[in-house]
């Protein structure tokens, strides 16, 4: 999966994209909510069967996957195009990303650690919750079924979350628009804290989830695309990806071990309300770095 996930999928976006970057990594990353959605469906049609569902996971991803992969060029340059498929005028909102800067750079600039700072606390959360989601849920006194529902909820206003904020980070200030994705997830937080089992708040909890983690994740791509998009864009975007999945599984085991302390989850979401606050003083630090 570390070979063929996000890095790989995000190297082809930085060279085929620049005007529509943001966009076109809402649509590439939607799909990851659409397989959420369909393939515990073929896993279910395969039966209780892991093995078989395997099969069928492995043989569907397979068909979609393998024809692809034939068309994929690495560069528009080997079909005679360029990024976006035309030139478009550079955006007057951002300076252009240094194609010379190297990761040395990178590890050297206090930018870099501040956007570090931000998609690692990003990756916290998001991971964090999601893979504590069925205990969380069980802890309020609702059943598997209703858990089930909610993930269907929150996977289809990721989708909506992943397209709406690409297409805004090709329109207004990256930082900004982080800031207010950070700012639906400490909402979802603040809910979530007060450990209400009102079907009703939880399945608000799960719209309105759903649709800041999944535009937090495309803007962890895209944010990174746009700082250091040059040659070295892959080392940088590796070095991210190893950092950000670090903290996610810091995420997953600092939450089941608050809940396992406390006897709840409240100090968690207490806890991810106090990182979304770092993490949006930080985005706007990084905003006035660039802009130096």
Known sequence: MALSGIMSFMYLINKWFDHYKGLATGIMILGSSLGGIIFPRIAVMAGADWQTSCMYLGTVSAIFLLPALLLIKPDPAVIGSVPDGAYHPAKPHEKPAGSDRSLGDALRSSTFYLMLLVTAILWFCIKGYHQNHGFVIKDLGQTPAFSAKLLGYFSLTAIVGKLFFG?????????????????????DFFIMHTLSTNPLVLTTFALIAGFGFGGAFTLIQ??????????????????????????????????????????????GFELMLVLCAVAMVSAIMVRRFRTQ
């Not at 805004?168 to 700012?183: C, G, N, P, R, T």
């Not at 080392?235 to 608050?258: W, Y």
């Open 167 to 187: 297409y805004l980070s090709d329109k207004i200030i990256k930082e900004y628009i982080i800031v207010v994705a950070i700012a639906i997830m400490a909402a």
């Open 222 to 267: 895209v944010w990174v695309a746009s700082i250091y998009r040059g040659k070295s864009y892959g080392s940088v975007l590796g070095v991210v990806i190893m950092v950000d999945e670090l903290a996610g599984a810091s995420g997953m085991l600092v939450l089941g071990t608050l809940r396992k302390v406390s006897g709840s989850y409240k100090t």
